[in-house]
T-cell receptor
Framework: QKEVEQDPGPLSVPEGAIVSLNCTYS??????FMWYRQYSRKGPELLMY????GNKEDGRFTAQVDKSSKYISLFIRDSQPSDSATYLC?????????FGTGTRLTIIP | DTAVSQTPKYLVTQMGNDKSIKCEQN?????MYWYKQDSKKFLKIMFS???????INETVPNRFSPKSPDKAHLNLHINSLELGDSAVYFC???????????????FGPGTRLTVL
């Protein structure tokens, strides 16, 4: 079993919809949780990170962590075509990050 | 101004050859990384250096040898290339590495390696 599981998709939604992306993990030692966005043929870039259980909001993006269930989510409100990318969850607690496999998202205009 | 840069961007080579990928960061970070991303987008860490010292060495064949001449540079040399080495290789850097700190990593644009 992988330490971090993420549905690879692909996921296609119409513009303006709410998108929900999720990851589960098995390692209780993870201390913080991140979401990276990767456009085609580019390197990943950090969107958001959070330490604790609960919600963290940044504009149209909300990161949610439930440590008791070992489950994290990223919600995108009012999705735009420019949000089309691969979204990777990542988890850390020591020198390294452990990434999910990424979910490929397409927003249809 | 590019924060993390890699050269070359594309590399096409024959099996058995030796090749190098170079990485430079101008962010003043102490820690640098090499990742391999396969065709399914799975990003797996290979190596990490902190201030020129190797701190992470995942189970990578010893045909892969990282070298860090200074803390702003981390190069990757690959000997006797195999078909399975075809992937995108990303360099990354971060300010700190260790327990209690958020390891925000900044990635380069990637080097797409194709072994024929």
């Amino acid at each position: 079993q992988k330490e971090v599981e993420q549905d690879p998709g692909p996921l296609s939604v119409p513009e303006g919809a709410i998108v929900s992306l999720n990851c589960t993990y098995s390692n209780s030692a993870f201390q913080y949780f991140m979401w990276y966005r990767q456009y085609s043929r580019k390197g990943p870039e950090l969107l958001m990170y959070t330490y604790s259980s609960g919600n963290k909001e940044d504009g149209r993006f909300t990161a949610q962590v439930d440590k008791s269930s070992k489950y994290i989510s990223l919600f995108i409100r009012d999705s735009q075509p420019s949000d089309s990318a691969t979204y990777l969850c990542a988890m850390g607690g020591n020198e390294k990050l452990t990434f999910g496999t990424g979910t490929r998202l397409t927003i249809i205009p | 101004d590019t924060a993390v840069s890699q050269t070359p961007k594309y590399l096409v080579t024959q099996m058995g050859n030796d090749k190098s990928i170079k990485c430079e960061q101008n962010l003043g970070h102490d820690t640098m990384y090499w990742y391999k991303q396969d065709s399914k987008k799975f990003l797996k860490i290979m190596f990490s250096y902190n201030n020129k010292e190797l701190i992470i060495n995942e189970t990578v064949p010893n045909r892969f040898s990282p070298k860090s001449p200074d803390k702003a540079h981390l190069n990757l040399h690959i000997n006797s290339l195999e078909l399975g080495d075809s992937a995108v290789y990303f360099c990354a850097s971060s300010q700190v590495a260790g327990s209690g700190w958020v390891n925000e990593q900044f990635f380069g644009p990637g080097t797409r390696l194709t072994v024929l």
